[in-house]
């Protein structure tokens, strides 16, 4: 078969809509100020002041937002602040991942550590922790560090509905001609109308 005679076909282009992430989604997956205190007690780490950060973050996206009212309009001061809240929010909801994933790591390793038939999860020689233990700390770093930025995620939120005047939402991209175009649907309309 020529190439004048194959049938060309156009491919058919697919824009998959990525769901943007919510601060719900953040919610989900990093620790709350009640279980971030729990691990702090619990690992001999500083307790953060997660009022304080939240706090924080929020006034400085505010003081930011004052300085740039003069060279910004309303429409570009809430696009400015979509991005930057929505990297907060990402941020957040990584870490969050992240720790979700070294605690399994964690708990997988302690419950190897509980088999007695295992040589290789042993307690580590006098003066040294063993891996299990190492994952469990790190886990718990993890955990700390996630709701640190889960606090400064939920201060941009909080500083984007107070500027914005509404709820902050994931931008999420609109698909390409996701129908007909306006011009196609009002030749349909005009032919519609000539009967």
């Avoid at 929020?58 to 740039?68: F, G, N, Y």
């Avoid at 302690?110 to 295992?118: E, F, G, H, V, Y």
């Amino acid at each position: 078969m020529s190439s004048s005679t194959r049938s060309t076909k156009a491919k058919a282009r697919v824009v998959q809509l990525r769901k943007g992430t919510t601060l719900e989604m953040v919610r989900l997956c990093c620790p709350d100020a009640n279980q971030a205190a729990l691990i702090s007690e619990s690992f001999g780490l500083a307790v953060l002041d997660s009022d304080g950060i939240r706090e924080f973050h929020e006034r400085t996206l505010i003081e930011s937002a004052d300085a740039l009212s003069e060279g910004l309009s309303d429409k570009a001061m809430q696009i400015h602040l979509q991005r930057i809240v929505g990297s907060y929010v990402g941020s957040a909801f990584g870490a969050g991942q992240f720790y979700s994933k070294a605690v399994t790591e964690a708990k997988d390793a302690t419950a190897r550590l509980a088999n007695d038939m295992r040589d290789e999860d042993r307690d580590g020689p006098v003066g040294f922790d063993s891996a299990a233990q190492r994952k469990r700390e790190f886990a718990a770093d993890m955990g700390t560090q996630a709701h640190a930025l889960r606090m400064a995620a939920e201060g941009a939120v909080a500083a984007y509905e107070h500027i914005v005047g509404e709820s902050w939402k994931p931008y999420e991209r609109q698909p390409e001609n996701p129908g007909q175009t306006v011009s196609r649907q009002a030749a349909d309309l005009q032919m519609a109308a000539l009967g």
